[in-house]
């Protein structure tokens, strides 16, 4: 079955540096792999998607880049701001079937200080 | 656009007692998601619907969890009898179907329910 793994481990980083999220997964290639914000008590939010086709995708202070061949995304916030603190999480679809169903990694949270 | 309507947001039960949570998708949207969220963990799917007909609850624990979309709009989740292990955030969520499986998904907030 498809795993993904993101890192468990808090990010703390200083404001203004870049902030790098990694998202690995296993046994399968993915059609394209979606990226959301959760902060507490909310559901999450859709930042952005990237297809198997695209290498790296842009918006605003977002990056996310896709590299099939490594089974391995990043997720960079550049100028980080302590209003980016929440915990990312990484979505692949499931690959079998043309339904838009999601697999989630644990997601990583990032703690921006000012 | 209103968003996805979820309630109640909170719930507090026994264990082996039942419960029952309600989701209202964005309009127009006829692709529905139920997801569990564990303390710590990603979302993971329970079932998903396609109008009132399901596509996948192949992760659904069908001796105690049941849902159901009548009209093609909102849905019902129930958990019966509740287990300690079902404590967790319950997610609902929905997706413009036209155009393909890229479209994004929208959350509601959650009913966050504690089995005691």
């Known amino acids: 079955s498809q795993k993904i793994e993101q890192n468990s481990e808090a990010l703390n980083i200083q404001e203004g540096k870049t902030a790098t999220l990694t998202c690995n997964y296993t046994n399968y290639s993915p059609a394209y792999l979606q990226w959301y914000r959760q902060d507490p008590g909310r559901g999450p939010v859709f930042l952005l998607l990237?297809?198997?086709?695209?290498k790296e995708k842009r918006k605003e202070r977002l990056k996310v880049t896709f590299d099939t061949t490594l089974k391995q995304s990043l997720f960079h916030i550049t100028a980080s701001q302590p209003a980016d603190s929440a915990t990312y999480l990484c979505a692949l679809d499931e690959g079998s079937s043309n339904t838009g169903k999601l697999i989630f990694g644990q997601g990583t949270t990032l703690q921006v200080k000012p | 656009e209103a968003g996805v309507a979820q309630s109640p947001r909170y719930k507090i039960i026994e264990k082996r007692q039942s419960v029952a949570f309600w989701c209202n998708p964005i309009?127009?949207?006829?692709?529905l998601y139920w997801y569990q969220q564990i303390l710590g963990q990603g979302p993971k799917l329970l079932i998903q619907f396609q109008n009132n007909g399901v596509v996948d609850d192949s992760q659904l624990p069908k001796d105690r969890f049941s849902a159901e979309r009548l009209k093609g709009v909102d849905s019902t989740l129930k958990i019966q009898p509740a287990k300690l292990e079902d404590s967790a955030v319950y997610l609902c969520?929905?997706?413009?179907?036209?155009?393909?499986?890229?479209?994004?998904?929208?959350f509601g907030p959650g009913t966050r329910l504690t089995v005691l």
């Open positions: 969520a929905s997706r413009l179907t036209s155009g393909g499986p890229y479209n994004e998904q929208f």
């Open positions: 309009s127009g949207h006829a692709t």
């Open positions: 990237i297809r198997e086709n695209e």
